[in-house]
C-alpha cells in the first residue's frame, strides 16, 4: 500500500517537472520561437492561485516549489500549537470584573481560525512565487529582465 502510494507521488511529481531546452537550443531561436516557448512554460498567477485554494501545495507544486507550501502548513501548525498550548498552561482563565473570564485571545481565535490564516498565506505566497517563477523563465529564454507592466495608453 505505502509502496504504490510513493510510486503515484513520484508519477504525479514527474507531470509537474518543467525542464527548458538547452540554452544553445534557445539561442538558435528567433524571437517569435522564443515568445510561443515563454508561453508554453509560463504559468498564469491567478489560476495557480485558484488551484492552490482548492488544492492545498499544487500551486506551489506547478512551480516545483512544493517543499515550500509544505513548510507553510507545518511551521505555521506549529506554532498555533505552541501559542495555544502556552495560552492553556498559563492559565489564561482569570476572573473579569463583569463576570465571566477574561482572555488575551478572544474565543473566535481558535485552530481552525489559524489554520485558515495559514492556508490564505499559502494561497497568497503561491501567487507570489509564480510571478518569480515567470520572471525567471523569461530571463533564461530572452537573456534579460522582464519588461515592467505598462497600459500602453
Known amino acids: 500500500m505505502i509502496r504504490s502510494l510513493i510510486i503515484l507521488l513520484l508519477i504525479v511529481g514527474c507531470g509537474f517537472a518543467k525542464d527548458l531546452p538547452s540554452m544553445a537550443e534557445i539561442e538558435k531561436m528567433s524571437e517569435q520561437e522564443k515568445y510561443l516557448l515563454y508561453d508554453k512554460y509560463k504559468i498564469k498567477p491567478f489560476n495557480n492561485i485558484l488551484i492552490s485554494y482548492f488544492v492545498p501545495t499544487l500551486g506551489h507544486r506547478r512551480i516545483n516549489q512544493g517543499e515550500k507550501s509544505i513548510k507553510i502548513y507545518k511551521y505555521g501548525l506549529g506554532i498555533s500549537f505552541i ?3 502556552f495560552l492553556e498552561m498559563s492559565g489564561q482563565g482569570s476572573e473579569a470584573p463583569h463576570g465571566g473570564y477574561f482572555s488575551l485571545v478572544p474565543e473566535e481565535f481558535n485552530f481552525v481560525t489559524c489554520f485558515y ?6 494561497v497568497y505566497d503561491a501567487g507570489k512565487q509564480t510571478k518569480k517563477y515567470n520572471n525567471n523563465i523569461y530571463r533564461k529564454i530572452f537573456g534579460k529582465e522582464p519588461p515592467p507592466l505598462s497600459f500602453n495608453v
Open 83 to 85: 501559542i495555544f498550548g
Open 117 to 122: 490564516l495559514i492556508h490564505f498565506w499559502q
